[in-house]
């Protein structure tokens, strides 16, 4: 007979005893059952003791908590949070500088939960270990612990960041500014200095002051503390005011920020980690981000200066060498040379550039391919010019239209998403990385108007096989704008087409009725095929990061399924791991006849915690959740839509109900193509024997009863 649901078996340990092996009451006060644990071991005062996990963070245990105790749970009986907290609070204000260091070593791991971090900050703890820093008395170890414990304390949201006094923010600054500090210190200064400058809108400016760009780019040479300046660097540039932000981006460009990223960061003797590669994302979008004032601006007719922009495109183009006299009778064809430019407008091309966006960077665009790649331009335009007028390529038109397509693709205007890892290393090789892109991009789609014997009627065709032809390059990450061409190069119409053809096989080609029953067939070994991947992935596990914490790189979790597929065992981790983890090292498990259900997205209950948050659009499509005995839930955020795939059909083949992710699908449709062309070739080469003629019927009682196996 299966134990009540309420009643959990464990282990409590107490240093010097035998442990107490009991049967927790889940519906018993915690006060009671922690009475009855000291007197089994004869201690008095029972409300100075209380209950902490013996693995992983050991994190005390409270009434809201103790839903989270499993079978087998190893406890601990442990002072008080509250007693713990004054006890520490007393070693770290003692004279004695050993003890203190180990106070504040233990005060580093305790912080972190949040339990004892609210009992000794309303101890005013903060504030002591604010005046620490201060005082400029802590070096080395000592002041390490105490930046730790301070900033673990503060990331429990309890205190808000605009307390912090402007001496402490000096003396963090102090320690980023000073030449020779231990790496340790720089690394949580800087981790300080990110949370003041994303927590407060004071502090930002506050820290602005202290800190700049400058010293932040001195400090990326060091593999250790890169991802935190990196980080800084974000947050200052986020959120910095607007007018702040173009004349940041020219100090970063002086001090050739993105020279230094790539030759000592993507360039650099180390693989590239999650929280590195979500930084580069971070600031690959802040960039481009400076672009969006520009799409959303519309072009001013009466503006003479803008105008001169459109009269420089045509002399470029048309007059070779600039013409002072502007005769009238050249002006009189002007109109001429602007329909030659493709404008759609050609009479007043002012109008092509009043929608928005793409707006004004529509017009930059072309004015920097007319002026850095003069003869590009000119054999674009001249090279329509001369086609018959239906085959003509319209340059004005194209341009502006490519330029709207590559701000969709690059999210031009979106703040970046929490999780997200999708950086492009080419676009840190150029200082006019965006320009140049649009240069390669307008070269493609004439190249491809081209292969396709377009005419104007066939223009938006033209721009989706130029999309596809971009987002299959970007997919690939070429590492600089040569290999895009390459990349490029390799993905001509004909290629496209051909791409086409073979993803929509399995959909247009296999549509007779023999092939469907064929089909029929296959699926159900290839679906069983793809289950037992999927749960061979499981048993490999995977790494997650903790949702909700501002430094991912230090809270990660993994998850694997037993190879027995029974129990599905996790635990925390203190970095992202390089393979796989060994069952001994995840703490926690959950049996897989408890699981009751698989849920995603917003239906996850950490997502609806979460909805408010601006950035969790696509968090929101990664998440999932796994509801298990009696009423409890272990929430996921996975890497990667792959991933995310890839748990949630396994988990559904793991409880016996069907796999329906886009990637399940995909792989479905390409495994049954690939093995009924192999069964069809088969059947090419069978030898059929001499027959008597068959009997006509008609066409649609044809029947096909090959054996296939």
């Known amino acids: 007979m299966p134990p009540p649901v309420d009643i959990v078996k464990v282990a409590i340990e107490w240093p010097g005893a ?7 009451d889940q519906k018993r006060a915690l006060s009671s059952i922690i009475r009855e644990v000291c007197d089994g071991w004869s201690l008095s005062g029972s409300e100075q003791f209380a209950l902490r996990y013996a693995d992983g963070p050991q994190l005390y245990i409270t009434e809201q908590s103790r839903g989270e105790i499993k079978n087998g749970t190893i406890l601990r009986l442990a002072i008080s949070p509250g007693r713990a907290a004054r006890q520490l609070l007393e070693r770290v204000q003692s004279h004695g500088i050993d003890a203190r260091l180990e106070a504040l070593k233990e005060l580093a791991k305790l912080s972190a939960d949040p339990t004892f971090a609210a009992e000794f900050i309303n101890m005013e703890g903060i504030g002591t270990l604010a005046q620490l820093v201060e005082s400029g008395t802590h070096f080395g170890e000592m002041l390490a612990f105490t930046l730790t414990a301070f900033l673990e304390l503060m990331d429990h949201g309890i205190v808000s960041w605009d307390l912090i006094s402007l001496s402490f923010i000096k003396q963090i600054a102090g320690y980023v500014n000073q030449p020779m500090v231990d790496v340790s210190i720089l690394q949580r200064s800087l981790a300080i200095l990110e949370s003041m400058v994303l927590n407060s809108h004071s502090l930002y400016h506050r820290v602005a002051q202290e800190i700049t760009v400058g010293q932040l780019i001195g400090h990326l040479s060091n593999q250790e503390i890169q991802t935190y300046a990196i980080a800084l660097i974000n947050a200052l540039f986020l959120k910095a005011p607007e007018d702040r932000r173009q004349e940041m981006a020219s100090t970063l460009a002086q001090k050739h920020l993105r020279s230094i990223i790539l030759n000592h960061v993507i360039r650099g003797n180390r693989p590239i980690k999650a929280e590195m590669a979500h930084q580069l994302y971070v600031l690959q979008v802040l960039t481009f981000n400076l672009l969006e ?84 331009y000119i054999r674009i335009v001249l090279e329509n010019s001369s086609r018959e007028d239906k085959h003509e390529c319209p340059f004005g038109r194209c341009a502006i239209e490519l330029t709207r397509m590559l701000c969709e693709i690059l999210q031009v205007g979106e703040l970046p998403n929490e999780g997200c890892n999708d950086y492009h290393p080419m676009f840190f090789t150029h200082d006019r990385a965006w320009e140049e892109f649009f240069c390669v991009c307008i070269q493609l789609l004439n190249k491809t108007w081209k292969e396709m014997r377009a005419t104007a009627e066939d223009f938006n065709k033209v721009m989706q096989v130029v999309r596809e032809q971009i987002t299959r390059a970007l ?42 029953e064929l089909r029929e ?54 970095e992202s791991p390089q393979g796989e983890v060994p069952f001994e090292l995840l703490s926690d498990k959950i049996p897989v006849s408890d699981i009751k259900s698989v849920v995603t997205g917003k239906d996850c209950p950490h997502m609806k915690e979460k909805s408010a948050l601006k950035q969790n659009k696509e968090v929101l499509e990664l998440a999932f959740s ?23 059909d396994g988990l559904c083949a793991l409880l016996g109900r069907e796999m329906g992710s886009d990637v399940t699908r995909s792989d479905l449709d390409t495994l049954i193509s690939m093995e009924m062309k192999l069964r069809l070739l088969d059947l090419e080469n069978i030898t059929i024997p001499e027959a008597p003629p068959p009997v006509p019927k008609e066409p649609s009682s044809y029947n096909f009863n090959y054996n296939y196996s």
């Open 626 to 648: 796994v509801l298990y005995d009696p009423d409890e839930t272990l929430n996921f955020v996975a890497p990667n839509k792959y991933e995310y795939c890839i748990w949630t």
């Open 475 to 516: 997919a690939m990450k070429p590492s600089s704008l040569d290999q895009l061409k390459n990349k490029l190069r390799g993905l001509n119409y004909s290629e496209i087409l051909r791409l086409r053809q073979s993803e929509r096989m399995s959909q247009d080609d296999f549509q007779s009725p023999p092939i469907i």
């Open 18 to 24: 035998n442990a107490q092996l009991i049967e927790m």
């Open 521 to 574: 067939r296959i699926q159900p070994e290839i679906l069983e095929l793809i289950k037992q991947q999927r749960l061979n992935r499981l048993c490999e596990g995977s790494c997650f990061r903790k949702l909700g914490n501002r430094r991912r790189q230090e809270k990660f979790w993994f998850c694997r399924l037993s190879l027995n597929h029974k129990m599905l065992h996790y635990g925390d981790l203190d």
């Open 293 to 376: 004032e520009r799409m959303m601006t519309k072009m001013d007719q009466n503006d003479q200066t803008q105008r001169d922009v459109i009269f420089e495109l045509r002399r470029i183009a048309f007059d070779g060498e600039n013409d002072p006299t502007g005769t009238e009778k050249r002006k009189a064809m002007y109109s001429k040379d602007y329909k030659m430019l493709g404008f759609t407008n050609h009479v007043n091309p002012a109008l092509d550039f009043t929608q928005t966006p793409p707006g004004m960077l529509a017009l930059d665009n072309m004015l920097y391919l007319a002026k850095v790649h003069q003869d590009t």
